[in-house]
């Protein structure tokens, strides 16, 4: 059985071995982990959503936020979501050298999950993941998700705090607008701030936001080159700023609300036979009289 008192000695040593089991026992949704996650004791951690599209500089701009928090001695624990699509391989090997300072550091723990294949879903184990993060003595928690579809969108809104991260380039304009990056934004970087029209970018963004989302007079832009860690002192001030906000609004109750939801979605989902249904819907879609809505509520 793990007891999440022995991880945090662990975490505090620098020693991350037992940690990297729970989240393995985590992602493969052992009965053990589900007992072990009703004795996790969290604590008000930040998390921090970091997405956007691919080669945005997400990792460049997370190595460069670890950078910080390490001077200031604190710990740090960074998940991604490795999408699956053959268009992202080489993502994990990308963020080896991307991150590379960090690896093996004691005060940083970093680990790459695979958007497919968890038993109870991706945003379950994600959700269990953050929530021992904030149990075992970490200070900021970071995860990174390529912002392109459904998923890694709610995924984002697990975090407190989104950031999304652009380019100065006019797709990514476009992408945002039609991935609904505009919705789950907190905080707007353009990254690459080093190519030319970076400006041009950032005062179009501003005025997009203004014309789109006017209730969210929150939304902050802010300009970086993550390889030069330029702008990282200012995005620390604006996720902070905007972390005080939350933690004094309502949106955080809306969040563990939704939160609840989300598990009791997959504590019901894991009630469920998939073999049986698969083998009973085999039957009975067969006959002639067959109702889908009937037939789910075999199962109810
Ligand atoms: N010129 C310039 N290049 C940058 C900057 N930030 C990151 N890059 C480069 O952009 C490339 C992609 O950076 P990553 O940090 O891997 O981007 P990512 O968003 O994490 O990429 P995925 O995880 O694959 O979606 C790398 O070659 C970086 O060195 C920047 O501010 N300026
Ligand atoms: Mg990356």
Redesign the pocket.
């Known amino acids: 059985m793990m007891q999440f008192e022995k991880i945090y000695k662990g975490v505090a040593e620098g020693d991350f071995l037992l940690l990297a089991k729970a989240v393995s026992q985590i992602e493969n949704n052992t009965a053990d982990a589900a007992l072990f996650l009703q004795s996790l004791l969290p604590q008000s951690i930040p998390i921090i959503g970091i997405t ?1 599209p ?8 997370i190595n460069a936020l670890i950078a910080t928090w390490v001077h200031d001695a604190k710990k740090v624990a960074v998940l991604t979501v490795d999408p699956s699509s053959p268009f ?1 391989q080489g ?1 994990i090997l ?2 080896r050298i ?1 991150m590379k300072d960090w690896y093996l550091h004691p005060q940083v723990y970093i680990r790459s999950l695979a958007s497919r294949g968890h038993l109870g879903g991706l945003n379950s184990a994600m959700l269990s993941l953050t929530t021992l993060m904030q149990s075992v003595g970490f200070d900021y928690i970071i995860i ?1 998700t ?1 912002g392109v579809g459904q998923s890694e969108i709610e995924i984002a809104s697990l975090a407190d705090t989104t950031v999304v ?1 652009l380019v100065p380039d006019a797709g990514d304009e476009v992408q945002m607008m039609k991935s609904g990056l505009m919705e789950i934004a907190d905080v707007f970087v353009v ?5 030319p029209n970076a400006e041009i970018f950032i005062n179009h963004l501003k005025q997009m936001i203004r014309e789109n989302a006017p209730a969210t007079n929150l939304l902050q832009v802010v300009g ?5 860690k330029e702008g990282i002192p200012e995005l620390l001030a604006v996720i902070h700023t905007h972390q005080l906000a939350v933690h004094h609004g309502e949106q955080k109750k809306e969040m563990l609300f939704a939160k609840v939801l989300q598990l009791i979605a997959a504590i019901k989902m894991s009630q469920v036979d998939r073999d049986l249904v698969k083998a009973k819907l085999e039957e009975e879609s067969a006959k002639k009289n067959f109702n889908i809505f009937k037939f789910a509520q075999i199962f109810n």
Request: overall charge neutral.
């Open positions: 956007g691919p080669g945005a500089g997400k990792s460049t701009l992202h993502a990308g963020d991307r990174e390529v991260v990254n690459k701030c080093d190519r970086t080159i993550a390889t030069e």
